[in-house]
């Protein structure tokens, strides 16, 4: 397996570039880089210098996670008080304000 930059695209027009868009494809990237740099087919540097842009792309696409995750806790903990609020009005019989 080679890496993205060392693949050919069709018509000389470059490197394929894709899967990069998931944590899996950029390690899968970032592995094969290293391999060429072990393997000597990708300098030292040019390895590196891609490395480093795969790890940025790797903190971004966490940042993403998080902050999808985030927002899935705070819609949880809004559910569980309204449910909360909705029990104890069910079991009071009367009406409670939130403020």
């Known amino acids: 397996m080679s890496s993205q930059a060392k693949r050919g ?8 570039v894709g899967h990069l868009d998931s944590l899996t494809g950029i390690l899968k990237e970032m592995g094969c880089v ?12 040019d390895g590196a210098k891609l490395i480093y842009s795969l790890r940025c792309m790797r903190d971004v696409i966490e940042t993403l996670m998080i ?10 903990a809004e559910r569980a008080v309204s ?17």
């Open 9 to 16: 695209g069709s018509g000389g027009k470059g490197p394929r």
């Open 34 to 45: 290293y391999r060429e740099m072990r393997y000597g087919s990708t300098p030292i540097g």
């Open 67 to 76: 902050e999808k995750l985030e927002a899935r806790l705070d819609e949880m």
């Open 83 to 99: 449910n909360a609020t909705e029990r104890r009005q069910q079991s009071s019989g009367t009406p409670i304000s939130l403020q």
